[in-house]
């Protein structure tokens, strides 16, 4: 699969983003454009990564961006459910324990 789908929903005062398919070079802008209009509409925003099948150093950069956003308007972004590929490429570089993540919506 090259191509991202992203599927927003809202759930109260949070906005979940549901992504399927690679966050790579080639998708990555189309993650940044929605984390970002995210960002600016809720407080509160989830990035459900349960069925990403690649995660490259581009997909981190725009998650450790946008983290850092969020950061600095006193927001919260959570990762949901990461699948096994993006844990490993989290983990390899050293950036996983900077996201807050959660198994399940119940966690949040």
Do not use: C, H, W
């Not at 966050?23 to 407080?43: C, G, H, P, R």
């Not at 950069?61 to 490993?88: T, Y």
């Amino acid at each position: 699969m090259t191509q991202l789908d992203i599927f927003e929903k809202e759930d109260g005062d949070r906005r979940i983003l549901i992504l399927a398919g690679p966050v790579n070079s080639y998708t990555y802008t189309d993650l940044q454009e929605k984390l970002m209009k995210a960002l600016a509409q809720a407080a509160f925003v989830i990035v459900d990564m349960e069925k990403v099948t690649n995660l490259s150093s581009a997909g981190i950069g725009v998650l450790m961006a946008a983290l850092d956003d969020a950061q600095e308007a006193q927001k919260r972004l959570v990762l949901l459910r990461p699948s096994e590929i993006s844990k490993l490429a989290l983990e390899s570089t050293g950036f996983a324990e900077r996201f807050p993540m959660a198994e399940s919506l119940r966690e949040l």
